[in-house]
């Protein structure tokens, strides 16, 4: 059994109780870092991590909206959350 994020054996794990895997620790901390120009994220996306940039960001979407991601990293999260809103409002 596999969770959203990909992680086998975490679907048997509620949401809140379980620690984040290595991949979702991962996207977290590329979300930290800043980037020298355009291309230079997605290129390490896919060097680092071995995801094609729109499965990332299908991931990282993911996490925003889970409160294990919060609890790991509230600063980056809630930073993207309002980046997240800000062009849902746009829209």
């Known amino acids: 059994m596999t969770s959203e994020l990909g992680e086998p054996g975490r679907a048997a794990e509620g949401p809140s109780t379980a620690a984040l895997g290595e991949r979702e620790q991962a996207v977290l901390a590329m ?5 020298p120009g355009p291309g230079a994220k997605e290129r390490a996306v896919r060097e680092q991590l071995g995801l094609s940039a729109t499965r990332y960001y299908q991931l990282l979407n993911a996490l925003l909206d889970d409160p294990r ?3 790991h990293d509230p600063v980056t999260v809630n930073r993207l959350r309002r980046v997240r809103a ?3 409002q746009r829209r």
Request: glycine fraction near 0%.
């Open 31 to 35: 979300e930290r870092r800043s980037w």
């Open 69 to 71: 991601a919060l609890a």
């Open 86 to 88: 800000e062009r849902q």
